[in-house]
C-alpha cells in the first residue's frame, strides 16, 4: 500500500474542512489562497511578519499579578500594572528564560547585555503612556528559521523555505478597551503580560508561505513550551507586512495588516491584500502606507482611521531597569545561562521531519510533515512504531487516512482519544500480516473510538473479523456471488467493465466486508472468463 | 536626540562585568577634583531651527495645549536654541550613560504570583467606573484640520 499525494490532498482537505465547518457553510468553495498572482506575471509580492507571543508564565513581565485568562475584570491588576505613583518594574525570570529559549530555537545571536526601553503612545489602556520594550539593543537578533511550504491543493509536492529573524525582543502587552458610543470601558488584565515580539525580515512572496511560518513557529513554540499559542486567546497575533513591485524595481510602498487571529486568516489576509494592490495599481492607483484591518467574515482587508503623520514614540531608554545580562560562553554574570538553556531544547520539528524521512522509518515528505503539523497524531506514531515490528509507511498511511477519517466522522481529535498507541500499532501489525483487511481495520478503529477497552486482537477474535483468506472459501463465495447476480454478469458479458466493480461490492458484502479483496478479484476475473 | 543616536553599543555588549569595574576605576582620575569653568560659549549661539506653521500645528493636535500661533512658533524655537548650546560638548565616541547602575546586573524575581487581586483598591483611584471597569473618553478623536494652521485672531 502507498500513500498517494492524491491521498494526503484528500485528507487534508477533509480535515480542514472538518475544522472550519461554520466557514465552510458561509464561503463555498473554500478559497484556496496560492500563487494565483504568479500566473500574472507582472507584479512580485514581498511579506513581511511580525508577531507577538505571549510567553507562558505565571506573572507578569514586571509585576507579581496572574496572567490567568478569562479573570475577572481588572483581577489580575497589581499597583505596577495601573501605573500607580512609586511602584517599579521587576522583570520575571521565567521572562528572560522563555525569550532566551526562544531566541536559541530560531538560530538567534542572544546579545549579552541587553536593554530596555520606553515607547510612548497615548491610549487609554495604557496607564503610564509608554509602553516598556527593547528598541536599542534586543534580547537577541539574527536568525533563522527553515520551514516547509505545502498546503495540498496547491502546492503538487512541499517546498523549503529559510525566512530570516532581524529580532527578538521583551515587551509589555496593553490592556484591553471595549468601546462604547461615547467611552472607553478598560479592562487592565492583559495590561504588563509579557510578550516576545519576533520580526521577520520580508523574506516571503506569499500568504500560504506566511501561514506555513506561523504553523512552523507555533510548533516550534509549543515544543520548547514558551507560548501556548492559542490565537483564539490572542496569545498569538499576527501582523503582516505587504508590498508589490514589478520585477528589476524596487520594493513598492507597503501597508501593514493588524492582527490576524488564525493561521488560515494570515493566508487569507496577505493573498486578499495582494489582490487588492495589484487591482489597485492596475487600475493607476498608488497604493499608501496604511494600516488595514482583516475582516474574516467579509475575507478583505479595511483601511482603519489612522494618524496622518508618522507617529513619533519618543523612544528613552527605561532609567528604572539597568542593563539585562545573560551568561553564555565565557561570560559567567547573567540572570540566565544562554549554553544551559540550550541544552534544554527537544528535538524540534524541521529535525523530526528529517528523521522521520531518514533511515528505519523512511516516510515521504509529505507524510512527515503531516504527521509533525499533529501532534497527537506524531505521539500515537512515534510510540507504536518503537514497540512493534511494523511498516512504518503503512501505520503513517493508517493514521493520516482512516484514523483520521473516523476521527472526523466523530466530530473528536486525536487527543480527545486516550487510549494506549500500542492498540493502532496491533491493528496495522494485522493489517500487515493479512489477518484482517483494510474494512475491518476501519471497523476496529470506530470500535476504539467508541470507546471499546478490548484489544483489536480479542476484538477480532470475538466479532469473527478475521479475514477469509483460503481459496476454497473465497471460491465458493465468489461463484455464490455470480450465481446471485446474474443480470451484472450478463451486463459485464456484453461489455461493460463497469459491472465487475459491481460483482466485486457484492462479494465484499456478502462475505461482511471480510474476504481478502485482492484474491477475489483474480478469481471473479477467472470465474467470468470462464463462462 | 540625533547625539544619541550615535551610541556604540558593540563595545559595552563584549566586556565582562570585571573588565568594566575595572575601567570605571582607573577613570576616577578623570574625574575634576576642583570646580572647572563650563566650555559653552554663550556667545556662540547655535544655529537657529525654524518652526513652520504645520509643525505647530500637529504638536498642538498631539500636546493639546493652546500653542498654534507665532508666539508659540517664537517661544518654541527659543526654546530649542537655549538647549542646542548643549552641542558644543563634542560626544563623539564616547559612549551614552543611561543610567549609574549600568555595571550592576539587572535584579529578576521568580515566576510567581505575589500581587493582583485588589480590584477594590485600584479602582478607588478611578474617577469614573463602570461595573469593574476604568471608564475612559473614547479613543484618540483627531482635531478638524483648519485652512491656517495658525489661529492668531481667537
Redesign the interface.
Known amino acids: 500500500m502507498r500513500l498517494y499525494p492524491l491521498d494526503i490532498s484528500v485528507y487534508l482537505i477533509r480535515k480542514m474542512l472538518m475544522r472550519n465547518r461554520i466557514l465552510f457553510r458561509l464561503q463555498f468553495p473554500k478559497r484556496r489562497y496560492s500563487k494565483v498572482i504568479k500566473s500574472n506575471g507582472t507584479w512580485k509580492s514581498v511579506v513581511g511578519l511580525e508577531v507577538h507571543a505571549q510567553i507562558n ?3 507578569k513581565l514586571f ?4 496572567t490567568k485568562f478569562s479573570s ?11 501605573s ?1 505613583p512609586g511602584t517599579l518594574p ?7 528564560e522563555a525569550g532566551v529559549l526562544t531566541a536559541l530555537a530560531l538560530n538567534c545571536q542572544v ?3 541587553s ?1 530596555f526601553d520606553r515607547k510612548h503612545y ?3 489602556d495604557l496607564p503610564t503612556g509608554y509602553q516598556i520594550t527593547q528598541q ?2 534586543p534580547l537577541a537578533m539574527d536568525g533563522k528559521l527553515e520551514f516547509q511550504v505545502f498546503t495540498p491543493g496547491i502546492h503538487k509536492s512541499p517546498y523549503k523555505m529559510q525566512v530570516k529573524i532581524k529580532q527578538l525582543q521583551l515587551e509589555q502587552d496593553s490592556g484591553k ?12 488584565n492583559r495590561a504588563g503580560v509579557p510578550l516576545m515580539e519576533l520580526v521577520f525580515e520580508p523574506d516571503l512572496t506569499d500568504g500560504e508561505e506566511a501561514a506555513a511560518l506561523i504553523k512552523e513557529l507555533i510548533i516550534i513554540l509549543q515544543r520548547i513550551k514558551t507560548c501556548s499559542c492559542k490565537m483564539e486567546e490572542g496569545a498569538l497575533r499576527v501582523d503582516a507586512n505587504v508590498s508589490i513591485h514589478k520585477e528589476g524595481e524596487p520594493l513598492g510602498t507597503r501597508t501593514e495588516i493588524k492582527n490576524i487571529g488564525s493561521v488560515r486568516g494570515v493566508a487569507g489576509a496577505i493573498q486578499s491584500e495582494i489582490e487588492r494592490q495589484i487591482n489597485l495599481k492596475n487600475s493607476g492607483g498608488t497604493v499608501l502606507n496604511e494600516t488595514r484591518a482583516w475582516d474574516a467574515a467579509t475575507k478583505t482587508t479595511v483601511g482603519m ?1 489612522d ?1 496622518e ?1 508618522q507617529q513619533d514614540y519618543r523612544y528613552m ?1 527605561e ?1 528604572n ?5 545573560i551568561a553564555m560562553g ?2 559567567e ?4 545561562n544562554a549554553d544551559k538553556l540550550r541544552e534544554t531544547i527537544p528535538e524540534l520539528p524541521e529535525a523530526t521531519r528529517e528523521r522521520l524521512k531518514g533511515e528505519g522509518i523512511g516516510l515521504t515528505s509529505e507524510q512527515a510533515i503531516i504527521l509533525v503539523n499533529d501532534f497527537s497524531l506524531l505521539n500515537i506514531f512515534e510510540e507504536a512504531v518503537t514497540k512493534r515490528k511494523i511498516d512504518c509507511k503503512l501505520l503513517a498511511n493508517f493514521l493520516i487516512n482512516d484514523f483520521n477519517t473516523v476521527l472526523n466522522r466523530n466530530n473528536l481529535e486525536a487527543g480527545d482519544i486516550c487510549c494506549d498507541p500500542d492498540y493502532y500499532g496491533e491493528i496495522v501489525e494485522l493489517l500487515q500480516s493479512g489477518q484482517i483487511n483494510r474494512n475491518t481495520a476501519k471497523l476496529l478503529l470506530e470500535e476504539i473510538v467508541s470507546g471499546n477497552q478490548s484489544r483489536p486482537t480479542q476484538i477480532v477474535e470475538e466479532k469473527g473479523l478475521a479475514q477469509i483468506t483460503d481459496d476454497d472459501k473465497l471460491r465458493k463465495l465468489c461463484k455464490e456471488t455470480l450465481k446471485e447476480n446474474e443480470k451484472a454478469v450478463k451486463s459485464f458479458k456484453s461489455g461493460k467493465s463497469k459491472a465487475f466493480k459491481a460483482l466485486l461490492g457484492s462479494v465484499a458484502a456478502k462475505s461482511k466486508n471480510q474476504a481478502d479483496m485482492a484474491k477475489c478479484s483474480d478469481i471473479l476475473k477467472d470465474l467470468l472468463n470462464k463462462i | 536626540m540625533n547625539y544619541l543616536r550615535h551610541v556604540n553599543l558593540l563595545s559595552r555588549r563584549f566586556c565582562t562585568s570585571k573588565r568594566c569595574i575595572k575601567i570605571s576605576q582607573t577613570d576616577v582620575k578623570h574625574v575634576p577634583q576642583k570646580a572647572v569653568a563650563s566650555k559653552i560659549e554663550l556667545h556662540k549661539p547655535p544655529p537657529k531651527t525654524e518652526i513652520d506653521a504645520d509643525t505647530i500645528a500637529l504638536l498642538e493636535r498631539l500636546s493639546l495645549v493652546d500653542c498654534a500661533n507665532k508666539e508659540g512658533i517664537r517661544i518654541l524655537e527659543a526654546s530649542i536654541e537655549f538647549a542646542d548650546y548643549i552641542l558644543q560638548v563634542d560626544t563623539d565616541d564616547i559612549e551614552s550613560l543611561f543610567t549609574v547602575l549600568e555595571d550592576i546586573p539587572l535584579q529578576v524575581r521568580e515566576d510567581k504570583v505575589t500581587e493582583g487581586d485588589c480590584r477594590e483598591d485600584i479602582l478607588k483611584n478611578a474617577v469614573v467606573t463602570e461595573e469593574e471597569y476604568f471608564v475612559a473618553p473614547p479613543g484618540n478623536i483627531p482635531l478638524e484640520a483648519r485652512e491656517n494652521p495658525l489661529h492668531e485672531e481667537k
Do not use: M, Q, W
Not at chain 1, 478597551?177 to 487592565?188: G, Y
Not at chain 1, 554574570?333 to 540566565?336: A, E, F, H, L, T
Open positions: 508564565s505565571n506573572s509585576s507579581g499579578a496572574s475577572p475584570v481588572n483581577n489580575n491588576v497589581s499597583l505596577f500594572d495601573c500607580t521587576v522583570l520575571n525570570k521565567r521572562c528572560v546579545n549579552p547585555v536593554y497615548f491610549y487609554a536599542r539593543a478597551s471595549l468601546h462604547d458610543t461615547e467611552r472607553s470601558l478598560v479592562d487592565l482611521r494618524k503623520v531608554p532609567p531597569l539597568p542593563p539585562l545580562h565565557p561570560i554574570r547573567g540572570c540566565v
